[in-house]
């Protein structure tokens, strides 16, 4: 029943989380705070370790909560649930393209979706920093280590001219190592 569960989450999920990967997010705080199955923090390393891997967030973020869940068959069936809307959606585009291809409603549709997936992955972001910067409450205090850190890559990464130009993996990296020297 666990799986037929997985599957129908992830399945929805990808059904409904137009945008990209970033747009799953607020489902998965949704799945998490409904089914327990991971909690918020265990959701923000979901994050850091599905950005800094190869591969699409979504299917990544699906991966790893399936894998915590229900070991190997959890990610398997969760990635499967996250893919398949996707896979008969394209079927069907695929099938009816040259109908779609000039027609209003359809262009007009997807006018209407930009800005709901911007706004989705803003809330995902507002999330994800509450859950860094406060350990999930404001209540909880300002945890100070992650604002300095992230001060000093926003400075680092958009203001000094030789660090601006780094690529994206020398931050994971760099990121990854003042975690483990700083005990975050």
Sequence with gaps: ????????????TGLFAVGGG?????????????????THQQLAD????????????????ATYSGYLTAGV??????????????????????AFLS????????NGAFYGLR???????SAAGVILARVVFFGGAFANGISWKPVILA?????????????????PVVWIFFAAVVGIVFKY
């Design 46 to 61: 979901m994050i850091a370790v599905s950005e800094s891997t190869p591969g699409p967030i979504g299917v990544n973020m």
């Design 73 to 94: 068959p959890g990610a398997v069936i969760s990635t499967l649930g996250l893919i398949t809307p996707s896979i008969i959606v394209i079927l069907l585009v695929a």
């Design 151 to 167: 001060a000093i890559l926003l400075a680092l990464t958009n203001c000094v001219k030789f660090t601006k130009k780094l690529h």
């Design 115 to 121: 800005p709901a997936s911007c706004a989705m992955i």
């Design 99 to 106: 109908a779609f291809h000039e027609n209003k409603y359809v």
């Design 22 to 38: 970033m747009a799953t997010l607020p489902f998965l705080y949704d799945i998490s705070d409904r089914t327990g199955w991971f």
């Design 1 to 12: 029943m666990l799986y037929v569960k997985l599957f129908w989450e992830f399945f929805q």
